[in-house]
């Protein structure tokens, strides 16, 4: 990513750092059932626990501090912390990217860019994707073979299904996603949480993985 991109990213998060800060955080925290003490506000997303500072509100991964989350890791807990409905409930209905609401302007860069680098990433690995699904905190789905529904929060869960390829065809990928995504989020977070899901199994699984910008998407 060239330093302008990296330049606009950083100053966007420092933005709703800010926002983060004039936020009632007794709210968040009853709101999402968060765990929080004096100095943080505590939260698992892709079974990594981070913590939000409630000073600085600075987000840092519990087990790996001196790491720094990606931009869309950080911009998601945000956004969702702003952008959630009163009561944001899950359905439980896990439906494809095109049957989400509001998220259609971005489906064939969706396809094209997340859905292609999952396969990708993935094909002729799918012991790797299996292990990494388990280690997430997947629940195993028939379909596919890798089929898995995941938690991005405790209380919000995607799914990945994955096919490996063969001399006839390639490795495909998919998501499915609650049907009721977009009261927690900005439908552009959709779509981070995507790209996130491929970074984390990637990472998990002990493969290359780089960060999937919104704007490479969009």
């Not at 302008?4 to 709210?27: A, C, G, H, P, V």
């Not at 859905?115 to 690995?125: C, E, I, P, V």
């Not at 989020?185 to 493969?207: K, P, T």
Request: hydrophobic content about 40%; some cysteine.
């Amino acid at each position: 990513m060239d330093n302008k991109k990296t330049s606009n990213y950083e100053k966007l998060i420092e933005t709703w750092r800010q926002k983060f800060l004039q936020m009632d955080q007794e709210k968040l925290i009853k709101k999402f059932t968060l765990e929080a003490d004096e100095d943080n506000l505590y939260i698992v997303y892709f079974s990594r626990k981070l913590r939000i500072s409630r000073t600085d509100g600075k987000i840092w991964d519990l087990q790996h501090p001196e790491r720094k989350l990606g931009f869309n890791t950080v911009i998601t807990i945000y956004n969702m912390f702003y952008y959630a409905m009163e009561n944001p409930v899950e359905s439980g209905r896990l439906v494809p990217f095109r049957e989400v609401k509001r998220v259609y302007p971005f489906e064939a860069a969706y396809k094209r860019t997340i859905l292609k680098r999952f396969a990708d990433t993935f094909s002729g690995h799918v012991q790797e994707l299996l292990g990494a699904c388990e280690k997430l905190g997947g629940i195993r789905m028939p379909q596919g073979d890798a089929g898995y529904i995941l938690p991005v929060f405790p209380f919000l869960h995607i799914a990945v299904l994955f096919w490996d390829g063969d001399e006839e065809f390639e490795a495909q990928g998919n998501m499915l996603f609650d049907s009721n995504i977009t009261d927690f989020f900005h439908e552009e977070n959709v779509v981070c949480i995507a790209a996130d899901a491929v970074y984390y199994l990637a990472a998990e699984a002990g493969l290359e993985g780089e960060e999937i910008y919104v704007s490479d998407v969009s």
